[in-house]
């Protein structure tokens, strides 16, 4: 079984109302959900009778591509600007990491992680994107 992510849900999840970003989340889901499937080992793929794990490698697959687009959506022009007026202050709200403002991509990559093949390397990802010093200042 192939996993399912939907433009719908993306855009449910990130809360966009209208059809602007239909195209980049159009490319980002045939981007990545066919790394993700690749990743994944072929039994769990198949496991159609689980649908628990089907939900949870869906789930999955949902958080990195949500994350993915948010994380385009924070590197516009404009948007991970700091603005300050007679002393308030507005900044982003997403200021984890440049690579996963959200903090979904590594969210589902770990929800991933029991069903990976096992010659793909989680650990050095983990280590980099837990060593990032990064910030929109």
Request: charged residues 25%.
């Amino acid at each position: 079984m192939a996993l399912t992510v939907t433009r719908s849900r993306i855009k449910e999840r990130c809360a966009v109302s209208d059809s602007a970003y239909d195209s980049a989340i159009d490319n980002i889901i045939s981007d990545y959900v066919p790394v993700i499937e690749f990743a994944v080992r072929n039994e769990f793929l198949v496991d159609v009778s689980n649908a628990g794990l089907q939900a949870t490698l869906n789930l999955a697959a949902l958080e990195i591509c949500c994350g993915e687009f948010l994380g385009q959506r924070m590197r516009e022009p404009g948007t991970a600007e700091k603005i300050s007026v007679e002393g308030l202050s507005v900044e982003p709200v997403l200021q984890k990491s440049f690579r996963d403002p959200s903090g979904l991509v590594l969210v589902g990559w770990t929800r991933l992680r029991p069903y990976l093949k096992s010659d793909i390397g989680f650990g050095p990802m983990a280590r980099v994107l837990s060593g990032l010093k990064e910030s929109f200042e």
